[in-house]
């Protein structure tokens, strides 16, 4: 089983409202990731997790904050959003070491997030 | 400093034709992975193949194949016998070994493949 999955599917939320974006994986994996996609864009790194510790922030304003309460979640939470915020929001999981190739990453099919 | 580029924003083929995915890549680092990425229009991103840079042979999965030319440091996706169900946007990606702990994906800008019947 590869499948990651994540809720919402579809967001819209005002500028000062507060939600959730929530991530699960049952693969075993160890190092989960948060990224923002724009349209026609690649994907943009925001979090790794490496065994539920936060490893990599991309500079990622603080509006966004990562949580990872067990090795099967990864939640994203969203406070005073703008509208620029508004894009796709995929999470993604891997093993956490080993050789490059043992790490694809498979990903959630995504948030579309709108921020109004 | 590590760098994806995919050439060419869109492309068409017709169905059952193959087709090939440029990518170029440029590392310092002996030790790294290459990726191919499809996103149809859902948002999705599904795996497809993988090349280690130590690999002695290309990669192949089902009708995917990659032509991995280590020397012009170029790892393309062939596609045989392409099907309607491919239309979508194709993205080249590399890790580093060095970053193996942390897993960090470098992305190409895409390619956008439409499939004619």
């Known amino acids: 089983d590869t499948e990651v999955t994540q809720t919402p599917k579809h967001l819209v939320m005002g500028m000062t409202n507060k939600k959730s974006l929530k991530c699960e994986q049952h693969m075993g994996h160890r190092a989960m990731y948060w990224y923002k996609q724009k349209a026609k864009k690649p994907p943009e790194l925001m979090f790794v997790?490496?065994?539920?510790?936060?490893?990599i922030n991309e500079s990622v304003p603080s509006r966004f904050s990562p949580e990872c309460p067990n090795s099967s979640l990864l939640n994203l939470h969203l406070h005073a959003l703008q509208p620029e915020d508004s894009a796709l929001y995929l999470c993604?999981?891997?093993?956490?070491?080993?050789?490059?190739?043992?790490?694809?990453?498979?990903f959630g099919p995504g948030t579309r997030l709108t921020v109004t | 400093a590590q760098k994806i580029t995919q050439t060419q924003p869109g492309m068409f083929v017709q169905e059952k034709e193959a087709v090939t995915l440029d990518c170029t890549y440029d590392t310092s680092d002996p030790s790294y992975g290459l990726f191919w990425y499809k996103q149809p229009s859902s948002g999705e991103m599904i795996f497809l193949i993988y090349q280690g840079s130590y690999d002695q042979q290309n990669a192949t999965e089902g009708r995917y194949s990659l032509n991995f030319q280590k020397a012009r440091k170029s790892a393309n996706l062939v596609i045989s016998a392409s099907q309607l169900g491919d239309s979508a946007m194709y993205f080249c990606a590399m890790r580093e070994a060095g970053s193996s702990n942390t897993g960090k994906l470098i992305f190409g800008q895409g390619t956008t493949l439409q499939v004619k019947p």
């Open positions: 993604a999981s891997s093993h956490a070491k080993g050789l490059a190739g043992m790490n694809e990453q498979y």
């Open positions: 997790y490496s065994y539920e510790k936060l490893s």
